[in-house]
């Protein structure tokens, strides 16, 4: 990466953060020359502007975030933001009570998929605490 911003390397303290260091760093090694682009307008955007903000908490933004995403169908997203409530401060709890949400306000389909990928999500994280 040529340039880097002031922006970019607050996105990517940010993305680190909440993500965790493993994650992030297995993005950083798959960026090549066609996807720099993008890997540096989410760093700079979502996690630089958008995550870095000081508005709301980042235990909110996971609520907001993982309610999002299940509403739309991203399920690799949904696990991947699941993961990271270990870094946001989101409870399961938490998590459950923006799912119900998604079965009011984008439909039961959805956000039963998205209890799935949670509660599967959750058991992983269990058996990696427990192993």
């Known amino acids: 990466m ?3 911003s002031d922006r970019f390397k607050q996105g990517m303290a940010t993305r ?3 993500l965790g260091e493993r994650y992030v760093d297995a993005a950083v090694a ?6 720099e682009d993008f890997q540096t307008l989410i760093t700079e955007s979502a996690w630089g502007t958008v995550w870095s903000g000081d508005r709301i908490s980042k235990r909110e933004r ?6 999002l995403l299940a509403a739309l169908g991203h ?6 933001h699941v993961r990271a409530t270990r870094n946001t401060g989101a409870s399961m709890d938490d998590i459950k009570e923006a799912l119900l949400h998604v079965a009011i306000y984008a439909g039961v389909p959805a956000a039963n998929h ?3 990928i949670a509660k599967a999500v959750y058991a992983e994280m269990e ?3 427990a192993g």
């Open 75 to 80: 399920h690799d997203e949904v696990a991947m």
């Open 62 to 67: 996971s609520m907001l975030t993982i309610a």
């Open 114 to 116: 998205a209890f799935k």
């Open 16 to 18: 680190r953060k909440v």
């Open 30 to 35: 798959n960026t090549d020359a066609f996807t």
């Open 127 to 129: 058996n990696e605490k």
């Open 2 to 4: 040529a340039d880097v």
